[in-house]
């Protein structure tokens, strides 16, 4: 059974413009064995479930039950975005592929093509997350923290409104000896932001190829205050949102007192 579901992924994978149905044999075959008190390689029925469900989904245009079973898989991701590339909707693929994206999503050129495309797709109020401050604004100021030649910055996706955020990954990357990291400075227009993505307060503008006047700027490390509000991590969901309240608020004095010729 196992040898036909991964028989039957692969097909589907290749050639998708038909796709096979899954049954309900294989989908109770996989439940039966992801329930098992003990089997090593749960992980991958996990896996092949979650592509079964999704396929389900599919077929039935249920896009929101697609996207809740891949949601945080980047890896089932990719591979049900290679699947359903003719099927689900090309909106549906790209807020799919910018979710994916920011979980690790990166590492997967069916999820990294689809975002590199995607200013055709997104939605109109694609900004509605971004603190009230900038919303409006045409053009934005961006930071990147990377170890890429500054010939090279434009093709990196992930830029930050917030100096501090850049600051902290170019700490965080050195740390873990990722090598010398540089800190860019660029404008990108509103109409060449793919998405813009707020769920981990990292202020982030996904972009490519979209950023101008990229310059390098000296490190100045992060601030006191910035360190204050990453030194505690929580999983409360009412902690969570307060951070994320903070977050913004500290966001919004530093991007007044920046423009105001201040910071």
């Given at each position: 059974m196992?040898?036909?579901i991964r028989k039957n992924i692969?097909?589907?994978y ?6 096979y ?7 109770s075959?996989l439940?039966?064995?992801i329930?098992?008190p003990?089997?090593?390689?749960k992980n991958e029925?996990?896996?092949?479930y ?7 989904a599919m077929?039935?245009g249920e896009w929101e039950?697609v996207s809740?079973?891949i ?8 591979i ?6 003719h099927i689900?909707?090309?909106p549906m ?6 979710d994916l994206?920011?979980?690790?999503g990166?590492m997967y ?5 689809i975002?590199k495309?995607g200013k055709?797709?997104?939605p109109d109020d694609?900004n509605k ?5 900038v919303?409006n604004d045409?053009?934005f ?7 890429e ?7 990196c996706?992930?830029w930050?409104?917030?100096r ?6 170019a ?7 990722q090598g010398t ?12 932001v793919?998405?813009?993505t707020n769920?981990r307060q990292e202020f982030?503008?996904?972009q490519?190829r979209?950023?101008k006047d ?6 100045l490390?992060?601030?006191d205050?910035?360190?204050?509000l990453?030194a505690?991590?929580t999983f409360?969901l009412d902690e ?13 004095r ?5 423009k105001?010729?201040?910071?």
């Open positions: 196992l040898n036909r692969q097909s589907n290749t050639y998708c413009d038909i796709i149905k899954p049954t309900a044999k294989q989908i075959f439940d039966e064995k329930m098992a003990i089997l090593e390689d029925y996990r896996l092949y979650r592509i079964l469900k999704a396929e389900e077929l039935c039950s809740q079973y949601c945080g898989y980047a890896e089932t991701g990719a049900v975005l290679q699947i359903g590339k689900i909707p090309k693929q790209y807020q799919i592929a910018i994206y920011t979980d690790k990166d050129s069916e999820i990294m093509d975002v495309n055709a797709y997104r694609w997350e971004m603190p009230e401050c919303r045409t053009t100021t961006v930071y990147r923290a990377g170890g030649n500054i010939d090279n910055a434009a093709e996706m992930s930050t409104l917030w501090d955020v850049a600051e902290w990954f700490e965080r990357h050195e740390y873990y000896r990291q540089h800190l860019y400075k660029a404008t990108i227009s509103a109409d060449d793919i998405a813009f769920s982030e503008i996904i490519y979209g950023v990229i310059e390098e700027i000296p490190r490390g992060v601030s205050k910035y360190k204050d990453t505690v991590s409360n969570i949102d307060e951070k994320s309240s903070l977050a913004v608020d500290l966001f919004s530093w991007y007044w007192q920046n105001n010729g201040e910071a």
